[in-house]
């Protein structure tokens, strides 16, 4: 009884999971091993005639390349910000409750509404940025036009995003840590740097490995920005392969290459399964 | 919340102050765009003339108000579908012993690493086939069974005691009935926080809807907004300000008032 | 019971049987300028409505020109109805490929109608016609134009009413223009081309101007690699690395306007899409030009053309041809223009007492149509979203300073070879 009524309750949910997460992500192999079919031309087998393709072009190795900058350039940092807001934001500070809902606000913007903003920021001369740095004389810099620094903004776009959401997870993980750990540390007169990377950092390890994973994640999903600000330019500088996916498949029709960069990104999420399936196991998180 | 710890020193507090001024400084310069002529839209001055009328514009310029409603409809409808669909997986999960339910739910945990907008392409065609492109519902079904949900309710319905479920049954409650009237109700934090975190999540999101939908019949706010913004005779900062903060509106007045809300709901979703 | 039954079947069947039989035209149309221009065409389609009882016209508007033609297609596929669209011009050989619209010619067999297919600027039909047939007719059309700032000009001594002609003059004249502060940091550049969004668009005006196209009619070869061709990137690149009356780097499409009327450049080259929008925000006296001439002068035609989906009855044909006809006769292609900046499609609109006074009133919006005998056909080949996007590339390579010129283009072409190879 307990089997049918368990399986009874899970149907609906599983169902709808298998068509449209497990049944897709077979078919996208599937279709890595066809040609895209027009209407002249049908589509037939070729085997790893994409992947070929693939070993091949500049662009997907560009954009792979992207993607491994973005995610160590946003990640790191975005850790570093979340754990310096979270203990600012977890003492007595005045206006407190103002700061951290700066720190915040960003998470529940839409980031195609964030990157309007901030375009109006990286715009040459009439932009925020660069007004202010003419404050000091500096002259002005085409930010997105320039391939050496169109990921760096980007970069910082994103870590403004996130910096906000990952501190939550701190916060949270602070208020569980004891109060008399810190009042001991003060007796023994350790210095508050020296107290935080020999207690509360180690403390603070298994929310860093999970905002960690939760970070890498979306470092290969969130291309949202990218629609607006740059379109993946110039000459691909800050494009990711998402993005590119979404070019392949919808501006250029190809729905085979597409399918087997997706397979691509299907493999790197597997990996990083696999990494966190580690992580996980080792601190016990299933209850 | 446990007590807060030490107080800040001056410095500290200038730092985080100065750090929260920028974090707000992208919202604080829409305010200043939006609502100024635009050749203030890149200088300061106090003394600039207050305007609505980059609101009146950007509202006449794109269909607003239909991707207020697709959005509300949309994010209404993905909400409901999966409080039932999660509830009665995470139930299933936590308090049922069935043939291959490890397997079953390694299989749902998938879905928390390879979300719907990573398949944009085979999801496409999916509906396409069914006929479901350019729908409301062809936006939602993706998202209705959802992982996290699942995994949430799951470890919230597990720390019920066995006892209430027995009492229940004792008075001659179905399996559906235990559901509703034990499970349900001693999970409503998780149920909140959930909502709360569901609702931010597809109010925001883009991929998905943008490749999904044809028509300002099915347009959410984010779609409506990134086609409003990106025109071929260029941007206007301020009807573009103006648009963006109407589209974020209610999301954000939302977030203000109930920000402790917000945040713990976010805190508790992620902590489980 | 049984008269009830027989009573809802009946009102059932009335509701089925329409009272009379309609012919319905969906109609996918994008909107690239700013504005509320889809009440505009909701409002034409109301009044075709009412001069042609019969026929329903129900106008979708689908955001820009990649949205339009993805929607109408994946409409098409659905087995939506969709009957006619306005797609990009150059979105004729992708429509092609799918095998999904038919010639305007099939149709318009009467005298008056082939007339009508002939009352357009040719310049104009470049990009919609394939082998002799006509298949995309002209509705929503821009070309590149020159924007320059009067004060500018006259603060450095310049006539404020002679714009460059050539590539020298525009170089000599925006090197003048550019002003720096007292710590040398560049305040107003002499002249930008934007490089993002439409970079391929603007580099043809460069490649015709110095007398080249990039791309055979048969849309199955480019020529991205000729000396010419060459020689123009090195211009564009020039503009700002040799000259230095440019910025370095890609410019942004969508904020160049605003630099612009903001007055950090003297001379912009953007779209003619773009002039309503100017004249609103500028608060100094500006003027419009022709592109300036290298060989010879030249613009890239681009926007918007009205299609006709292979998928249509015969009523159905004949009722787009009817009010494809109505929407473009002269004066309503003159107060499209108006409206939005677009060209008006044919000469004869023109001569339309409102096109007139309207261009007695603001002279700048005729200089487009003058262009138009030296313009030339949009970038389009078969598989064109990837042949754009590789030409997109390699400009940006070369604006960037990654690649030469050279390099950047004699690969492009190598790549756009090998995609182009199956339609020769």
Excluded at chain 1, 46 to 61: C, K, R, S, T, V
Aim: glycine content about 6%; aromatic content about 14%; hydrophobic content about 50%.
């Amino acid at each position: 009884m307990k089997h049918v009524y368990g399986w009874l309750l899970l149907t609906p949910a599983a169902i709808l999971l298998v068509g449209f997460t497990h049944y897709p992500a077979a078919a996208t192999l599937v279709d890595s091993f066809f040609s895209t079919g027009t209407a002249i031309r049908p589509s037939r087998f070729i085997g790893f005639g994409n992947y070929a393709l693939l070993a091949e072009d500049p662009i997907f190795w560009k954009v792979l390349g992207n993607n491994l900058w973005f995610a160590l350039g946003t990640i790191p940092t975005s850790i570093a910000l979340a754990i310096l807001m979270a203990v600012w934001v977890n003492d007595r500070l005045p206006a407190r409750a103002l700061v951290r809902m700066a720190y915040f606000t960003p998470t529940v913007l839409p980031m195609i509404a964030v990157a309007n903003i901030w375009l109006f920021f990286y715009t040459p001369q009439i932009g925020l940025v660069d007004q202010f740095r003419a404050l000091f004389g500096a002259p002005s810099h085409n930010w997105l036009g320039d391939p050496g620094t169109v990921l760096a903004c980007l970069m910082v776009m994103v870590i403004w995003k996130e910096a906000g959401f990952f501190m939550i997870f701190y916060l949270a993980a602070l208020q569980s840590l004891p109060p008399e750990l810190e009042e001991a540390a003060k007796i023994e007169g350790a210095s508050r740097w020296h107290f935080f990377r020999r207690v509360m950092f180690p403390l603070l390890m298994p929310t860093t490995l999970f905002v960690l994973v939760n970070a890498t994640i979306n470092s290969f999903k969130l291309v949202d920005h990218l629609f607006i600000l740059t379109k993946g330019g110039p000459d691909n500088a800050s494009s990711l392969l998402l993005y590119y996916i979404y070019q392949v498949a919808f501006s250029f029709f190809d729905t085979a290459y597409a399918s087997t960069l997706t397979v691509v990104l299907l493999a790197l999420l597997a990996g990083l399964a696999l990494v966190q399936f580690h992580l996980v196991e080792k601190r016990v998180h299933y209850r | 919340m446990s007590p807060a710890g030490r107080r800040a020193s001056t410095l500290e507090t200038s730092a985080a102050w100065l750090l929260a001024l920028l974090w707000l400084a992208p919202l604080l310069y829409a305010f200043w765009a939006a609502f100024h002529p635009v050749e203030y839209a890149t200088r300061f001055n106090p003394l600039a003339p207050v305007t609505l009328a980059n609101f009146a514009k950007a509202w006449t310029y794109a269909p607003f108000a239909r991707h207020f409603l697709n959005t509300v409809m949309l994010v209404t409808m993905i909400l409901a579908a999966q409080l039932v669909l999660c509830t009665l997986a995470g139930y299933a999960f936590a308090r049922f012993d069935f043939a291959g339910r490890d397997i079953a739910f390694g299989l749902v945990l998938v879905q928390l690493l390879i979300m719907p907008e990573v398949l944009i392409v085979e999801n496409y065609r999916i509906m396409s086939r069914l006929g479901l492109v350019d729908t409301l519902l062809g936006i939602g079904l993706p998202y209705m069974a959802s992982a996290f949900g699942i995994f949430l309710l799951r470890q919230t319905f597990k720390t019920v005691p066995r006892e209430l479920e027995d009492a229940a049954r004792v008075e001659g409650c179905s399996v559906l009935g235990v559901l509703w009237r034990v499970y349900v109700p001693l999970a409503r934090p998780t149920y909140l926080a959930y909502g709360l975190v569901s609702v931010s999540y597809h109010w925001n999101n883009f991929l998905w809807p943008l490749i999904v939908t044809n028509t300002v019949e099915t347009r959410p706010l984010t779609v409506g907004l990134a086609i409003f913004g990106a025109p071929e005779s260029g941007v206007d900062w301020g009807v573009i300000s103006a648009g963006t903060l109407m589209a974020v509106a209610p999301l954000l007045v939302a977030f203000v008032l109930f920000q402790r809300q917000f945040m713990q709901s976010f805190m508790q979703a992620g902590i489980k | 019971m049984r008269s009830l039954f027989a009573l809802l079947l009946a009102g059932l069947l009335a509701a089925a049987a329409p009272a009379r039989a309609d012919t319905e035209l969906t109609f996918y149309y994008p909107i690239a300028v700013g504005g509320p221009l889809t009440k505009v065409i909701d409002g034409l389609a109301r009044d075709f409505e009412k001069e042609h009882p019969g026929i329903k016209v129900h106008p979708i508007y689908a955001g820009n020109y990649d949205d339009a033609r993805i929607k109408a297609l994946a409409a098409l596929k659905a087995g939506q109805p969709a009957q006619i669209s306005v797609l990009y011009s150059i979105d004729l050989y992708e429509l092609l490929e799918q095998d999904v619209i038919v010639p305007w010619d099939d149709v318009a067999t009467t005298a008056d109608d082939k007339a009508w297919l002939k009352a357009f600027y040719p310049s104009l039909m470049m990009n919609g016609t394939y082998k002799g047939k006509v298949y995309g007719i002209p509705f929503q059309r821009s070309t590149i134009v020159l924007f320059w700032n009067k004060d500018a000009f006259k603060e450095v001594g310049l006539d404020p009413e002679k714009p460059p002609a050539t590539w020298n003059e525009m170089t000599q004249m925006a090197t003048k223009l550019v002003k720096r502060d007292a710590a040398g940091n560049v305040v107003r550049w002499g002249v930008m081309v934007p490089s993002t969004g439409y970079t391929y668009w603007m580099f043809q005006a460069f490649a015709r101007q110095n007398g080249h196209d990039l791309m055979n009619p048969e849309g199955n070869r480019t020529i991205f690699a000729d000396p010419d061709v060459i020689a123009a990137l090195q211009y564009w690149r020039d503009l700002g690395a040799k000259y230095r009356v440019m910025p370095e780097g890609t410019i942004e499409w969508g904020t160049l306007r605003q630099a612009f009327t903001e007055g950090k450049t003297a001379m912009m080259w953007h779209t003619t899409g773009n002039l309503t929008a100017v004249k609103d925000t500028a608060k100094f006296p500006f003027g419009v030009a022709m592109l300036p001439a290298s060989k010879q002068r030249g613009s890239p035609t681009g926007g918007g053309n009205f299609y006709m989906f292979k998928k249509t009855t015969r009523e159905e044909r004949k009722a787009a041809l009817a009010f494809v006809k109505w929407m473009t006769t002269p004066e309503r292609a003159a107060a499209w223009s108006i409206a939005t900046g677009y060209v008006a499609t044919r000469p004869d609109a023109y001569e339309t007492p409102k096109l007139k006074d309207y261009a007695r009133d603001f002279p700048q919006a005729v200089v487009a149509r003058d262009q138009l005998k030296y313009a030339t056909a949009e970038l389009s080949t078969f598989q064109t979203g990837r042949v754009r996007k590789l030409l997109d590339d390699a400009i940006q390579a070369a604006l960037t300073g990654q690649k030469t010129p050279a390099a950047a283009l004699q690969a492009a072409q190598a790549e756009a070879d090998r995609l182009l190879k199956p339609y020769r």
